[in-house]
């Protein structure tokens, strides 16, 4: 889970404060990114909150799938992920081809870092704000599509099967 937790793409240049977006919108906007990535993976896959973390002008929301990805089925996901993101016009900023832990980082238009990061045989998705103005960010309003792990921490290991996304096949 450390690697879902460590990398950022984005953050605070100087004192480059966005003025019209505050952390709480920078956030709502954030969960917008992962509902539509998340929305365009078929089949669908389950997934539960990650810890909503804030810096001093950025803002960071997590998502964790709670579908096993088997590692025959990684490339397929990463790559239906990368081309959802670039049918959006997010820039690939890199990508990480190791056989473990496998990872793709991207940037929005707005700033945005966005990656998805296999760590320890489960995939997270992760959306870094730019710098934004300081407010206080309330926890995501959109229900996970499974169960809400509501104040469990770490949460479990993938636990879902999927016919697809879990077969031993590529």
Known sequence: MTLAL??????????????????????????EIMDATLASIDPAVQWAHGPTTTGSCDVTRRRSV???????????????????????????????NDQ????????????FGV????????AFFEVDSP???ESEVVESTTPPNGPSYEGVYPLP?????????SAGAP
């Open 66 to 96: 709670m579908t096993v990805v088997s590692d025959q089925r990684r490339g397929s996901f990463l790559g239906l992920v990368e081309r959802a993101w670039r049918k959006r016009d997010y820039r690939i900023k890199g990508v990480n």
């Open 131 to 133: 710098c934004v103005e």
């Open 6 to 31: 460590g990398f950022s793409l984005s953050g605070c240049v100087g004192n480059g404060k966005r003025v019209d977006m505050d952390m709480q919108d920078a956030a709502g906007h954030a969960d």
């Open 157 to 165: 290991r993938p636990n879902v099967h999927s016919d697809f996304w």
């Open 100 to 111: 473990d832990s496998p990872a793709i980082y991207a940037q929005t238009s707005g700033g």
């Open 115 to 122: 990656s998805l990061i296999f760590g320890g045989g489960q």
